[in-house]
């Protein structure tokens, strides 16, 4: 039986939600739904219409998704597919599991690129693919092949693992750059223009989205306390 | 009174040694001093012979300066340049103007650059340009721009002001970094691809190279301490 979606929800319209919303609404019929934010030429609706799509995607920060989770399950259709987009995965994915019905497909995701890196177009990006239960991911996954995506394959732990260096370091590092105020740029280095091209693609992010990567991803201190020793270490030996 | 130079000796064929050897041979009559590195192409000569240039090029390790300065002063013609090409300003400029006759002309110079990043060419690199003594660095920094490198004029204590950002942080992040193992490839986001590149760019360059950015540079230990109390802040406060 083949999943042929017809309807799209995005619950959410932060930088990413938008960002999807330009994306997909060429392709499907959308809807749109956030307590704040208004999107002049999209349908808006409120959370228990939202829920009635063929596909639902979650694009609220971590700390609103329990509850968003629990407004949309009674109504969800069965069959419908529901897909987080947040920076981590375990969470996100026990959050699911715990609190939509089994009649109910999940998928946990991670787009890897934001509106500053594909500024320019979905091509060559890439997005973490976790599914989770039901079938129709590999559907989705065809549609996001389709638009020029890499699908990666991975579990939330394995994803969450290699997102605390990815992600976690590189905010880390950035945020503690962006302390020592204006960075030299007539001296600059190509290494170090690398550096401060990296710390300036993430500077924009949203304190949520910092919090997320820094505290909600179960593997990130870890990571950073050993950056961080290392560091250390170096500096004392010299 | 016009510098006409001639003849130009390059003292220590380290990475960059090499790199200006290839560089400056098609300009100018050279010969090359090393006591471990063979030049099977170029000339080589002692350091007393070395001396005897109308440029002198010294590329050796800050550590190695001071004997190579004394060796070669009592041989420098009036007139003569010496140039060194160290990472870290402040310690060459004293020494050089320490041990060299005050016949003789000095600059300071530091190459934004390496094998690495001027496989293609020179054309947009950089090089910081300290004059110390003399006129000849205005024909010199014209025959430079000539090669396409865009010369920056500044102090020894500006220049290592600003290295201990631009050096002492890119590679203190990139040996941090490669301790922690292989770090993740598939997972990548574009700003995470950048830092691994600009810490890919640095960790091949030598153990003197490292010692000389971290420990000789008079400013990095304050950066590098900023720099690192601002990260364990960040991480303490998620």
Redesign the interface.
Known sequence: MSFRPETLSIIGLGAFGQLAARHLRPHLALTVCDPQVRANDLPQVDLAQAALADIVVLAVPLSRMAGVLRAIAPHLRPGAVVIDVASVKVAPARLMLDLLPPHVQVIASHP??GPA?AAEGLAGH?I?WCPLRGGAHRRIAAFLRAQGLEV?P?TPDQ?DR??A???G??H??????S??GP??Q???????Q??A???A??QDDSPEL??TI??DNPHA?G??????A???G??AG?
Chains 1, 2 share one sequence.
């Open positions: 890897l690129f890196s890439r973490a990666i991975t994803h290699d997102m260096v990815v992600q370091l590189t880390l590092i950035a945020r503690s750059l302390r020592l960075l030299p007539r001296m600059a280095t190509r290494s170090f690398k550096l091209e990296a710390a693609m993430v910092l919090t820094l505290r201190e990571v950073r306390s050993r950056f961080l290392e560091a250390a170096i500096a010299v």
